[in-house]
């Protein structure tokens, strides 16, 4: 039912921009807030950027803020990352994740993730 898919993941090299995208579908999109996460190999997963359900409101990680930009289409159950002046500590597998609570109860969803490999 619940789908989270992201694309636009690829190889690029330093300086360069990516445009990540997450599909979202099985849910109330528009009540959701809505994050991208990135784990690289021998690191935790870790919080690049969330973004409230109405778009109000956004927050970047330290390392990224400047660089990239959450953004969301409710119209079309979407969810972006634009990435600029990729570095090669951004190399990870980014996630898209939901997050929302209806009767008490808090519901989480993830995507499949999409590899980012920033290298000359």
């Known amino acids: 039912q619940v789908q989270l898919v992201e694309s636009g993941g690829g190889l690029v090299q330093p300086g360069g921009s990516l445009r990540l995208s997450c599909a979202a579908s099985g849910f109330t999109f528009s009540s959701y807030a809505m994050s991208w996460y990135r784990q690289a190999p021998g690191k935790e997963r870790e919080l690049v950027a969330r973004i409230t359900s109405a778009g109000g409101s956004t927050n970047y990680a330290d390392s990224v803020k400047g660089r990239f930009t959450i953004s969301r289409d409710n119209a079309k159950n979407t969810l972006y990352l634009q990435m600029d002046s990729l570095k090669p500590e951004d190399t990870a597998i980014y996630y898209c994740?939901?997050?929302?609570?209806?009767?008490?109860?808090?519901?989480?969803?993830w995507g499949q993730g999409t590899q980012v490999t920033v290298s000359s």
């Open positions: 994740n939901a997050v929302g609570r209806s009767w008490g109860t808090m519901y989480a969803y």
